[in-house]
């Protein structure tokens, strides 16, 4: 069985633009490529840096695309964002030119309450976007972490439904196998697969919330949330 898979890089935090020409020596052509994750959560302090890193990698290939996951709106403004969270979005567009725009947003206590900004960052993040037709993604929770909860099926369905709903054209999942060596950060039987490399009942939530948006996500991708 021959499957269509894509992958994407991990330049992981080097933002030095003479790696740029390594990769595409070596994947440019690479049809499986799609691009490069460059960071994850970066504060403002960081985006010129980014930016530019972004900017030589869009000229050098231009069918590619640059991967940054930006923080949740509950993020700490002093300490994580470097200003409030509206500006540091605004700050984001401005300066970094990535293809899309992507958050994270894990608001499933273990008490069964949600972050109430919930749907707000959604719709700064969609209104924001929607001005210069930027697709967003959303990467959503599928375990436990810190203070989260393992969702149900039906709490992962509405998680990842609302977000769709909104106008999201990716969605992810935090995360697919449960990490190691964490410290007790993340619960040892959370996630889709667990160390032991066992399916959980999450996998096969995921498994049919994606089958699904696989059927409606032709009709989905070219419209816009207006």
Request: hydrophobic share 35%; glycine share 8%; net charge negative.
């Amino acid at each position: 069985t021959q499957l269509d898979m894509k992958f994407i890089g991990n330049v992981w935090g080097a933002t030095n633009a003479d790696r740029i020409a390594a990769i595409k020596e070596n994947l440019a052509s690479s049809t499986t490529y799609v691009g490069e994750h460059l960071c994850d959560e970066p504060s403002v302090a960081e985006f010129d840096g980014l930016g530019e890193f972004v900017d030589a990698y869009n000229a050098a290939m231009p069918e590619k695309e640059v991967y940054i996951n930006l923080f949740p709106k509950y993020a700490n403004a002093a300490t994580q964002l470097g200003t409030d969270y509206e500006d540091y979005i605004n700050q984001y567009l401005e300066k970094v030119n990535t293809k899309s725009l992507s958050y994270d947003y894990y608001g499933l206590h273990k008490n069964g309450s949600v972050f109430s900004d919930f749907y707000s960052n959604l719709d700064l993040v969609r209104s924001k976007t929607l001005d210069k037709r930027m697709p967003f993604w959303v990467i959503t929770q599928s375990g436990i972490a810190g203070s989260s909860k393992m969702p149900t099926g039906q709490e992962q369905r509405w998680s990842v439904w609302a977000n769709i709903a909104v106008g999201s054209k990716g969605i992810s999942y935090f995360c697919y196998w449960t990490p190691s060596g964490a410290h007790g950060e993340y619960d040892d039987n959370g996630f889709m697969i667990d160390q032991q490399g066992n399916k959980n009942s999450m996998y096969y939530w995921v498994q049919k919330i994606n089958t699904d948006i696989n059927t409606v996500g032709k009709k989905l991708l070219p419209c816009h949330a207006d």
